[in-house]
């Protein structure tokens, strides 16, 4: 099975260490990177060059709005997910469009996993 490299961006440190722990606990996932802002993410996804990255959109310096676009113009291959605490239906649809999926911070877990088993399915094709 081919194993996942996945990039977490979020400026709260708590947050992204907690996320961090989670992934690394998956058999699925070769490694974990961190990102504080949308400029280190775009720099560590061209360096990297990660199967996944988790997007977190309020950050200073670079927004995850403004980080995806870049990462999907430049890297149309690596999925990014947006992660918010916002749930509203607007605001969510407008952000799929732009991204490969939005994850509701609440809720995460299960859907982190589900996308984590989506994405190792579709890398094996």
């Known amino acids: 099975m081919n194993k996942l490299k996945i ?3 979020d400026d709260h440190h708590a947050f992204r260490n907690m996320l ?3 992934l690394k606990s998956q058999r699925s996932v070769e490694f974990v990177a961190e990102a504080m802002d949308g400029e280190d993410a775009i720099y560590k996804t061209s360096r990297l060059r990660p199967d996944l990255v988790l997007m977190d959109i309020h ?4 927004n995850g709005i403004e980080a995806t676009k870049i990462i999907k113009e430049k890297w149309p291959s ?4 947006i992660l918010s605490m ?3 239906e607007f605001y969510k649809a407008h952000l799929q469009e732009l ?6 911070k ?6 982190l996993l589900a996308i984590i088993d989506g994405n ?3 890398s094996l094709k």
């Open 78 to 81: 690596t999925h990014v997910f």
């Open 59 to 62: 950050m200073p310096k670079q």
């Open 120 to 122: 190792c399915k579709m």
């Open 7 to 9: 990039l977490v961006v």
């Open 20 to 22: 961090t722990s989670f």
């Open 99 to 104: 991204a490969d999926g939005f994850i509701v």
């Open 86 to 88: 916002d749930v509203n």
């Open 106 to 111: 609440s809720s995460m877990k299960d859907a």
